[in-house]
């Protein structure tokens, strides 16, 4: 009986341990707060010998699509093309392994802003959510207060600012204000910043907004290098950092528990020639607790309900209108696509009457007083 | 019979037709038609989308079109080596739209239209705007049906300079009906299609009759996408070609929602099987009047058997001879001055026609119409229609279109000289030493056929020989595009102003400030420091009490 009571109480034991555990992570299924996620890739440098950058985004991209982030909330921009380069000895691919083992262009890419589009402008704007109102959906960042942004700049840069397009830059500065924009408009619950250039570190030296988890390829004073270049391709095709990166996300699947501790240990100064740095202080959670599919990936949350839900009725298929049974007796036809008899009668087209503009009215104006100067105000009755 | 009748309204097909090229490529042109009949332009929406894309249908709707034409095209079609092309199209994007009567303000609607649709292809059509749009007085009439053409509703736009990657195949391909999974567009992959001397997709949206007496009118959507394969550059050593070498891709299946699917070879270079043999073999063959000229056609449909490959392929006979095709180049020399030439073969040997030649040229070349002259072998050719708009600086770009008549076997060559504008600096693109581009003329022509053609509007005929409506059968219509031009602007070296800055302020800094050196520095007499030995002397001395050493 004793020993009875004991391998009860033994079993009763091991079930509370296992309902806290279920407890637990249930807590932590929905301890990060964010409901939705976007990211939003930048590609700034034009020409083909930076092959590498646009490797590095499609990387990314690549990475992230995997995870579960779908084409709608992706921002994808890419300053020139290199898939279907002229240059490309392979068109409609970009590898990022040499030896072509891995095409990170794919078949199903959707590049939101691509060439010309990629200026400071569009990708301020596209931050803020400030667009113009015939802008589609895909190429707006539509995030709420409850979405976790991952956004990856990649390029030439230097000391406080990143090149866009060999032909403007953006600032530290100005990338701090657009992000207490996009706070203060509530467009965030978390965001995590990437940048992959030369002396990355000074991009996110400004950041004051809460919330905000920055890492750089390399410190203020240091080179961020490439990693292999290919010869039948004839460039590099990836940066280092981005390379280790891809590698250690080729690792993640959606169900993993990764957190950002392992990130910031990608790419140590062996591998990177460069140091690697991070920022942690404006985020308010602790870096060992964030997933890394909390920013790569798509984790869907579900809700669990007890209550009954009414479903409205049925909805009946509506026939495609009436359709006119009797016999229309209009014939339609098609028209001539070169009526030369019709063109060379053609009248010419109507201009609009439009009022004189202003230097007819000032050139007659003038007129006009000089010589009511000159003969006097007199001679006004003989004119009306 | 309502249900037979709903079900004969929404109907889709598919075809491939191709065609070896006597240059030793391969022409294979991709056609998918999606015909509906109903009315987008009702109030009450329609909400109920089966085979007709639901995004182009709310964008016909919401935007009051009649017609639609959207091209994406990568290389130049070269028309003496390859012949003409089923469907033409000029290299970059071009865009033209038929707006219906009651829309009240086209500008808008077409701006809007064009953000719109640069959301669904991926594509920059958002730079179409009103420097490089224009508005054809004669040339682009409706290719569907209409009541009356007044060209204030028709707006024609091209970026010469557009790329066409894969990301704009892919939206493509998901607004066919079965996707990129079953039928045809299984063989479309990226990697083949853009590895071509010419790739193109298009979407074609106009009303067409339904039947022969056309007492009815559907929505007809048509996907069309041409490519040709250079065999010899991919490697391919021996002249034997499949489906699978072509597109890296075999077919398993017809579309399940098309009506018909079906594969067209042309055959009519090897009438008794000498030159090629396909595989499996076909006793279907169809003839088709295409183009002015009548070709026979193997026909595999897909619904009943696979077709695979073709094996020893070799060119043979004489092509026919494209009758009219075109060329443009620009002359001259310097960053000032050039001069615009347009070259139009007539290659008939008996028979003249008149071609409708439409130029829009961009504001910073600006045309002097006066010198403006068309000559056909050495003497003056007065075009009988000629209506021009003159450019506005940063607003209108200009406009040129001409009716000229071509005399038989003859060279017309249209010249115009320009001269070059200095743009703002903020104006200039990226990369300005590539160059701009002057988007392709467009020749539109009734080429007699020797042929007779068909003018019936019946549904049997295959998709590719009825895209042109047909109104007489002595000649076809045809449209070709010559190259884009590439000009270089005087561009400014864009260093300048930091090299300005730097210099300016170094030679105020050291200007200024030696002058105000000069006017307020003012010298004071110190003590030099004492060596240590006499510090220590010093130190030693203030201790006793004892004068120090000076």
Same mark, same amino acid.
């Given at each position: 009986?004793?020993?009875?009571?004991? =391998? &009860?109480?033994?079993?009763?034991? %091991?079930? *509370?341990?296992?309902?806290? @555990?279920?407890? !637990?992570?249930?807590?932590? #299924?929905?301890?990060?707060?964010?409901?939705?996620?976007?990211?939003?890739?930048?590609?700034?440098?034009?020409?083909?010998?930076?092959?590498?950058?646009?490797?590095?985004?499609?990387?990314?991209?690549?990475?992230?699509?995997?995870?579960?982030?779908?084409?709608?909330?992706?921002?994808?921009?890419?300053?020139?093309?290199?898939?279907?380069?002229?240059?490309?000895?392979?068109?409609?691919?970009?590898?990022?392994?040499?030896?072509?083992?891995?095409?990170?262009?794919?078949?199903?890419?959707?590049?939101?802003?691509?060439?010309?589009?990629?200026?400071?402008?569009?990708?301020?704007?596209?931050?803020?959510?400030?667009?113009?109102?015939?802008?589609?959906?895909?190429?707006?960042? =539509? &995030?709420?207060?409850?979405?976790? %942004?991952? *956004?990856?700049?990649?390029? @030439?840069?230097? !000391?406080?600012?990143?090149? #866009?397009?060999?032909?403007?830059?953006?600032?530290?500065?100005?990338l701090a204000d657009a992000f207490e924009q996009m706070w203060q408009k509530r467009r965030y619950n978390e965001l995590l910043f990437i940048i992959?250039?030369?002396?990355?570190?000074?991009?996110?030296?400004?950041?004051?907004?809460?919330?905000?988890?920055?890492?750089?390829?390399?410190?203020?004073?240091?080179?961020?290098?490439?990693?292999?270049?290919?010869?039948?391709?004839?460039?590099?095709?990836?940066?280092?950092?981005?390379?280790?990166?891809?590698?250690?996300?080729?690792?993640?699947?959606?169900?993993?528990?990764?957190?950002?501790?392992?990130?910031f240990k990608v790419c140590p100064k062996s591998q990177c020639v460069s140091t690697p740095g991070h920022r942690t202080d404006l985020f308010l959670r602790d870096p060992g607790s964030v997933l890394i599919t909390d920013f790569f990936g798509s984790v869907r949350k579900v809700e669990i309900t007890m209550e009954a839900i009414h479903l409205t009725d049925p909805i009946l298929q509506l026939e495609d209108g009436p359709m006119s049974e009797e016999v229309q007796e209009k014939t339609y036809s098609y028209v001539d696509q070169l009526p030369v008899s019709e063109i060379i009668h053609q009248k010419p087209k109507q201009k609009d009457w439009h009022p004189p503009d202003g230097f007819i009215l000032g050139l007659w104006t003038l007129i006009l007083l000089v010589f009511f100067k000159t003969y006097g105000i007199k001679h006004l009755k003989h004119i009306f | 019979t309502l249900v037979a009748r709903s079900l004969l309204a929404n109907d889709f097909q598919e075809e491939l037709v191709i065609r070896p090229l006597h240059s030793g490529d391969i022409y294979a042109s991709f056609q998918f038609r999606t015909l509906w009949e109903t009315d987008f332009m009702r109030e009450n929406k329609v909400s109920h989308y089966r085979l007709f894309p639901k995004s182009l249908g709310q964008v016909i709707s919401k935007f009051s079109v009649r017609e639609l034409h959207i091209s994406f095209t990568q290389g130049y079609w070269r028309t003496m080596q390859w012949g003409q092309p089923f469907l033409p199209s000029p290299p970059g994007a071009e865009l033209w739209v038929w707006f219906q009567d009651s829309v009240t303000d086209v500008d808008a609607a077409w701006k809007e239209l064009t953000n719109v649709l640069s959301g669904i292809f991926c594509a920059s059509l958002n730079f179409i705007d009103s420097t490089n749009t224009v508005q054809p007085s004669a040339s682009f009439k409706p290719l569907g049906i209409v009541n009356e053409t007044d060209h204030r509703f028709l707006r024609y736009a091209t970026l010469p300079r557009e790329i066409v990657c894969t990301e704009n195949l892919t939206p493509w391909k998901k607004l066919l009906p079965c996707g990129s999974k079953a039928g045809l567009a299984v063989l479309l992959k990226s990697e083949k299609l853009f590895h071509s001397s010419f790739f193109s997709q298009t979407v074609h949206i106009r009303p067409v009759c339904q039947d022969r007496e056309c007492k009815t009118t559907s929505w007809e959507l048509r996907q069309t996408l041409n490519v040709v394969f250079d065999l010899h550059t991919s490697g391919q050593g021996k002249r034997e070609w499949s489906l699978f070498k072509m597109f890296s891709r075999t077919l398993t299946e017809a579309c399940p929602l098309a009506s018909s699917?079906?594969?067209?070879?042309?055959?009519?270079?090897?009438?008794?099987?000498?030159?090629?043999?396909?595989?499996?073999?076909?006793?279907?063959?169809?003839?088709?009047?295409?183009?002015?000229?009548?070709?026979?056609?193997?026909?595999?449909?897909?619904?009943?058997?696979?077709?695979?490959?073709?094996?020893?392929?070799?060119?043979?006979?004489?092509?026919?001879?494209?009758?009219?095709?075109?060329?443009?180049?620009?002359?001259?020399?310097?960053?000032?001055?050039?001069?615009?030439?347009?070259?139009?073969?007539?290659?008939?040997?008996?028979?003249?026609?008149?071609?409708?030649?439409?130029?829009?040229?961009?504001?910073?070349l600006r045309l002097y119409i006066h010198t403006l002259t068309v000559t056909s072998k050495g003497k003056d050719n007065t075009p009988s229609y000629i209506h021009y708009q003159p450019s506005k600086d940063r607003m209108r770009p200009h406009l040129l279109e001409m009716l000229v008549q071509l005399p038989p076997h003859s060279v017309t060559e249209v010249t115009v000289q320009f001269e070059r504008a200095l743009l703002k600096w903020t104006e200039y693109t990226p990369d300005p030493n590539h160059g701009f581009y002057v988007g392709s003329s467009v020749i539109s022509a009734l080429v007699p056929s020797s042929v007779a053609m068909d003018t019936n509007i019946t549904q049997e005929q295959p998709l590719f020989s009825s895209f042109f409506p047909c109104k007489e059968e002595s000649s076809y219509f045809v449209r070709v595009y010559t190259e884009p031009l590439l000009v270089n602007l005087p561009t400014p070296d864009f260093s300048m102003p930091y090299n300005v800055?730097?210099?300016?302020?170094?030679?105020?800094?050291?200007?200024?400030?030696?002058?105000?050196?000069?006017?307020?520095?003012?010298?004071?007499?110190?003590?030099?420091?004492?060596?240590?030995?006499?510090?220590i002397a010093n130190f030693i001395r203030r201790i006793r009490g004892v004068p120090l050493l000076s």
């Open positions: 009986a004793f020993l009875l009571t004991f =391998l &009860s109480a033994i079993i009763m034991l %091991i079930f *509370i341990c296992f309902c806290v @555990h279920f407890q !637990n992570t249930a807590g932590q #299924f929905f301890s990060s707060g964010h409901t939705n996620n976007w990211a939003v890739l930048v590609c700034t440098s034009r020409f083909w010998f930076n092959y590498r950058h646009v490797a590095n985004t499609l990387s990314v991209y690549r990475s992230v699509k995997r995870l579960g982030i779908p084409d709608s909330h992706i921002v994808l921009m890419l300053a020139d093309d290199m898939a279907c380069n002229h240059r490309n000895p392979k068109p409609a691919t970009v590898f990022s392994h040499r030896n072509m083992e891995l095409n990170v262009y794919g078949d199903d890419v959707e590049v939101d802003y691509r060439g010309y589009e990629v200026t400071v402008e569009n990708f301020l704007r596209v931050l803020t959510g400030r667009l113009p109102p015939s802008t589609p959906r895909s190429k707006r960042l =539509l &995030s709420d207060d409850r979405s976790n %942004i991952l *956004i990856y700049l990649t390029g @030439h840069g230097g !000391n406080g600012f990143l090149k #866009f397009q060999d032909s403007e830059e953006i600032s530290n500065v100005e992959d250039t030369c002396q990355g570190a000074s991009m996110y030296e400004r950041f004051y907004s809460p919330n905000i988890m920055a890492l750089a390829s390399s410190q203020v004073g240091e080179d961020s290098l490439s990693h292999q270049p290919d010869l039948a391709i004839g460039v590099h095709l990836m940066d280092r950092y981005t390379f280790y990166l891809l590698e250690f996300l080729e690792d993640i699947h959606p169900a993993s528990k990764s957190n950002m501790n392992d990130l | 699917s079906k594969i067209y070879i042309d055959v009519t270079d090897n009438p008794q099987e000498e030159y090629f043999e396909l595989s499996p073999a076909t006793p279907l063959l169809s003839q088709a009047v295409v183009l002015g000229d009548r070709r026979t056609f193997s026909v595999y449909d897909l619904t009943q058997q696979l077709f695979k490959s073709v094996s020893d392929l070799l060119p043979a006979g004489s092509m026919l001879r494209p009758l009219l095709h075109a060329e443009r180049y620009v002359a001259g020399y310097g960053l000032q001055t050039g001069e615009i030439h347009t070259v139009m073969y007539n290659n008939h040997p008996f028979r003249s026609f008149p071609v409708l030649l439409l130029d829009s040229v961009p504001w910073y800055i730097c210099l300016t302020c170094t030679v105020v800094a050291v200007g200024y400030g030696s002058l105000y050196n000069l006017l307020t520095r003012s010298f004071q007499i110190e003590e030099p420091n004492p060596r240590l030995a006499k510090k």
